[in-house]
């Protein structure tokens, strides 16, 4: 099994619907981020948690929101989904420290209509 | 603030020729660089990352790349490339310093190789 797993893989969905992505993993890891890859862009942050209490926006966060259920899960919403939202997402974990690698799940993309 | 500058967003090269994608970062304490790389349709996979031990990394698939203080920057260079080394590739900052242990992503670099 992948450590970090995202679902949906795909997703179309109308513009105004709600949508949420989930994340989950099992590296055991404290620190969770959401990002979105859009061409020409690289990743931007959109949401960050670094403990179950501890929810931080990214340079990107309006239009979205997040949850973090338990450790090892960290959902984002989109309230109201919007066309220039279509992009391919990804959730990434990190244990705490300067130098640690993140690991990523396989993306979400997602397409608005 | 942190920042990333990847110098180029495509690169061509041939088979067996050696591969240079360039980056620039700025910290204002002591960062961690990172290099990422993302074939079509997957994930992104380390491929090295530099701590501030020694300044010359090696990664894998025989990657390696330079920090250089001076030049603030981390070039990410291969002596010969295969085909399989066709991907988009990621130059990423941290400072937990200064960042909080953000990730900050350059905009990538396009790897084209021909036969």
């Known amino acids: 099994d992948a450590d970090v797993t995202q679902t949906p893989r795909n997703r179309i969905t109308k513009t105004g619907k709600r949508i949420m992505l989930e994340c989950s993993q099992t590296k055991g890891h404290d620190r969770m981020y959401w990002y979105r890859q859009d061409p020409g862009l690289g990743l931007r942050l959109i949401y960050y948690?670094?403990?179950?209490?501890?929810?931080n926006k990214g340079e990107i966060s309006d239009g979205y929101s997040v949850s973090r259920q338990a450790q090892a899960k960290f959902s984002l919403s989109l309230e109201s989904a919007i066309p220039n939202q279509t992009a391919l997402y990804f959730c990434?974990?990190?244990?705490?420290?300067?130098?640690?690698?993140?690991?990523f799940g396989q993306g979400t993309r997602l397409t608005v209509v | 603030a942190q920042s990333v500058t990847q110098l180029d967003s495509h690169v061509s090269v041939s088979e067996g020729t050696p591969v240079l994608l360039r980056c620039n970062y700025s910290s204002s304490y002591s960062p961690s660089l990172f290099w990422y790389v993302q074939h079509p349709n997957k994930g992104l996979q380390l491929l090295l990352k530099?701590?501030?031990?020694?300044?010359l990394v090696k990664g894998i698939n025989g990657f390696e790349a330079e920090f250089k203080k001076s030049e603030t920057s981390f070039h990410l260079t291969k002596p010969s490339a295969h085909m399989s080394d066709a991907a988009e590739y990621f130059c990423?900052?941290?400072?937990?310093?200064?960042?909080?242990?953000?990730?900050?992503f350059g905009a990538g670099t396009q790897v084209v190789v021909t036969p």
């Open positions: 530099y701590t501030s031990a020694a300044t």
């Open positions: 990423v900052v941290s400072d937990e310093a200064d960042s909080w242990g953000k990730l900050q």
């Open positions: 948690s670094f403990d179950v209490k501890d929810i």
């Open positions: 990434a974990t990190r244990r705490s420290g300067a130098s640690t690698e993140a690991f």
